[in-house]
């Protein structure tokens, strides 16, 4: 939201979470925005009939057990035309106890998630692995350094998010030259994979 905020500042934002700190923290980066604390899940009751140009789903449905009742319930309340972006955990072969702490129901592959999309009712225009420069250093961190130290979750996701500036620093440029490529050059893997489908 503060990203459309900043660079659409006409544009009104509503942002949905289950958890009152989450929108406590948008409101103070987004202090405009329409916020609601609401189960995502019962769409129809918090919007009625309202349509939207854009839809953000970030790191969301792979909580889902039925993410494509989601997405299908979506396209009701998308414009003719308006797009939705997706994210979500890649790769199946990076599960790791960090997925069980956030409540994952699984990671994907490129092929399952166009095929929720599409059996939802989207058209897929744009869909490719992120973060390919994390694959190899996450999966030895999470298959094999983990394992072997028998760090839990909770530790596996305290240990990823904490900030070492010279190191973040590093990812971003590498990341922002990544983003440049993108659409480019099909990226084989990543931790994350992103979607942008059309109603």
Aim: net charge positive.
């Amino acid at each position: 939201m503060q990203f459309f905020d900043r660079r659409w500042p006409g544009a009104r934002c509503t942002g949905i979470d289950g958890y009152l700190s989450a929108l406590l923290v948008a409101r103070e980066r987004v202090p405009d925005a329409r916020l609601l604390l609401l189960d995502l899940l019962q769409a129809d009751a918090w919007i009625g009939n309202e349509k939207f140009d854009v839809i953000t789903l970030l790191d969301v449905i792979e909580h889902l057990d039925e993410p494509v009742s989601l997405l299908k319930n979506l396209t009701r309340h998308s414009k003719q035309g308006g797009l939705l972006v997706v994210s979500v955990p890649a790769f199946p072969v990076l599960w790791s106890k960090r997925d069980v702490f956030l409540g994952h129901r699984k990671r994907y592959t490129k092929k399952h998630l166009l095929t929720e999309l599409q059996t939802a009712g989207w058209e897929v225009l744009h869909c490719s692995y992120g973060f390919s420069f994390m694959f190899f250093p996450v999966f030895f961190l999470r298959k094999i350094l983990f394992p072997f130290k028998k760090i839990d979750g909770q530790s596996i996701e305290a240990s990823e998010l904490r900030v070492v500036p010279v190191i973040n620093a590093i990812l971003r440029a590498i990341g922002m030259i990544e983003a440049r490529l993108q659409g480019k050059v099909s990226v084989p893997v990543g931790t994350s994979l992103f979607c942008v489908a059309r109603n």
